[in-house]
T-cell receptor, first 114, second 110 residues
Framework: GAGVSQSPSNKVTEKGKDVELRCDPISGHTALYWYRQSLGQGLEFLIYFQGNSAPDKSGLPSDRFSAERTGGSVSTLTIQRTQQEDSAVYLC????????????FGPGTRLTVT | GENVEQHPSTLSVQEGDSAVIKCTYSDSASNYFPWYKQELGKGPQLIIDIRSNVGEKKDQRIAVTLNKTAKHFSLHITETQPEDSAVYFCAAESYGKLTFGQGTILTVHP
């Protein structure tokens, strides 16, 4: 079946602009996660959703970052007033239920802020 | 919160040799430990995982061991092949959240 998909695959934006990153999870997966991976680094947890609820927003780096999920499916990560330090690969993952292991990742969106 | 340390950061082996990557974790409540392989330009791919109620799990050339007392787990790849070259990440799940190690760049030379 189809895996996790993300769009766009690459995004170049000017400092100060807003960007929206999209994630389509595996059909039937109720939990969805966002991570950030900076060059040569591990994965930094940002936020997760169980259904449309985000019980844990502790990983969001600043109030410029927000995320939403509608219909228990597609999620959007929004970064307002982008800064150069926001440049990274943003990865989305989904699992059948939150806390039940087996997270499956999408290919990521490479964000470059110039 | 959970802290995961992964070693080595780089590992270079000859084709056919074995490769071992080790991770330690801090939260004794962690009960699920996956390993991911990430190739250039792609998202991480789950290759094997282990839960806290077992000590070892094997899948063809890949095996993972877990020592809950010492809070460490390891990935073992036997008979390495050039296509095993990638970045490998360990992770530990605690209270529904995965915390990842910093990654190991594995290079298998033909």
């Amino acid at each position: 079946g189809a895996g996790v998909s993300q769009s766009p695959s690459n995004k170049v934006t000017e400092k100060g602009k807003d960007v929206e990153l999209r994630c389509d999870p595996i059909s039937g997966h109720t939990a969805l996660y966002w991570y950030r991976q900076s060059l040569g680094q591990g994965l930094e947890f940002l936020i997760y959703f169980q259904g449309n609820s985000a019980p844990d927003k502790s990983g969001l780096p600043s109030d410029r970052f927000s995320a939403e999920r509608t219909g228990g499916s597609v999620s959007t990560l929004t970064i307002q007033r982008t800064q150069q330090e926001d440049s990274a690969v943003y990865l989305c993952a989904s699992s059948l239920f939150q806390g039940v292991g087996e997270q499956y990742f999408g290919p990521g969106t490479r964000l470059t802020v110039t | 919160g959970e802290n995961v340390e992964q070693h080595p950061s780089t590992l270079s082996v000859q084709e056919g040799d074995s490769a071992v990557i080790k991770c330690t974790y801090s939260d004794s409540a962690s009960n699920y430990f996956p390993w991911y392989k990430q190739e250039l330009g792609k998202g991480p791919q789950l290759i094997i995982d282990i839960r806290s109620n077992v000590g070892e799990k094997k899948d063809q050339r890949i095996a993972v061991t877990l020592n809950k007392t010492a809070k460490h787990f390891s990935l073992h790849i036997t008979e390495t092949q050039p296509e095993d070259s990638a970045v490998y990440f360990c992770a530990a799940e605690s209270y529904g959240k995965l915390t990842f190690g910093q990654g190991t760049i594995l290079t298998v030379h033909p």
